[in-house]
């Protein structure tokens, strides 16, 4: 069974899916033990590279499936269990929406990873983000619900497998209810939502709201030990 029916198969039984976002810029103070109720890990930042180190010293802990969560062309590897080849679909500048898929497609090719196209919305989460200041991408105003909903169906029907929306790394104000909610009902593919979860509620309420994946990252970071205890929170 590959990543993505996985994702499908857990998406069908109503299984909240929890993922952790690890980024190779920063170091890693993760256990195996923390890690061994968590659904998936994600590995990317928004700069810098992924190397063999840092990536066997993932894959040393991981007790699941890793997938790569790019923020350029640099950060492909090989050894990853499948690929996020994502499109930010409020870009303005086609190399985030294209350009940078196209700079490692021959590389992904050749290496057989199994690929998951995926439509990136950006958010507005607070505060200026990461993905923000690298890609000058103006996030969407959360109120637009309409042209939040637009871009998630255009991206699916262009064949994204995945719809991800993004507050934001450390974003003062989560991905907000209603626009889960909105999203979720237009859409058939499995839904993630990230940026700025940093407790159980926030958790509880992106997955109640229609997301079939929540991805923490900055609060795991400043928090390994309190990874079990939010993968328990949602039996």
Not at 23 to 39: G, N, W, Y
Not at 139 to 149: E, H, S, T, W
Not at 187 to 195: A, E, S, T, W
Request: charged share 25%.
């Amino acid at each position: 069974m590959t990543v993505y029916e996985h994702i499908l198969h857990h998406k069908q039984a109503s299984h909240k899916m929890l993922a952790v976002l690890i980024d190779p810029e920063k170091p890693l103070h993760l256990q195996r033990e923390q890690l061994a109720d968590v659904d998936w890990i994600l590995v990317g930042g928004s700069t810098g590279e992924i190397s063999d180190e840092f990536m066997d010293s993932v894959r040393s802990i991981a007790s699941c499936p890793i997938l790569l969560f790019p923020g350029n062309h640099r950060q492909f590897h090989p050894k990853a269990d499948a690929l996020l080849m994502l499109s930010l679909l409020n870009a303005t500048d086609s190399e985030w929406l294209v350009g940078q898929s196209i700079r490692v497609a021959r590389q992904v090719a050749q290496s057989g990873i199994e690929v998951i196209p995926m439509g990136y919305i950006l958010v507005d989460g607070g505060r200026v983000s990461s993905v923000e200041r690298v890609s000058h991408t103006q996030p969407m105003d959360q109120r637009d619900i309409d042209r939040i909903v637009d871009m998630a169906i255009a991206a699916e029907l262009m064949g994204k497998k995945l719809i991800y929306l993004e507050a934001g790394s450390g974003a003062q104000n989560p991905v907000q209810i209603d626009v889960i909610r909105a999203v979720k009902k237009w859409i058939h593919v499995p839904l993630i939502v990230g940026g700025g979860i940093g407790d159980k509620r926030d958790m509880r309420r992106g997955w109640d709201a229609g997301a079939d994946i929540v991805v923490i990252g900055n609060y795991f970071e400043n928090h390994p030990e309190s990874i079990p205890e939010f993968c328990h929170a949602r039996r």
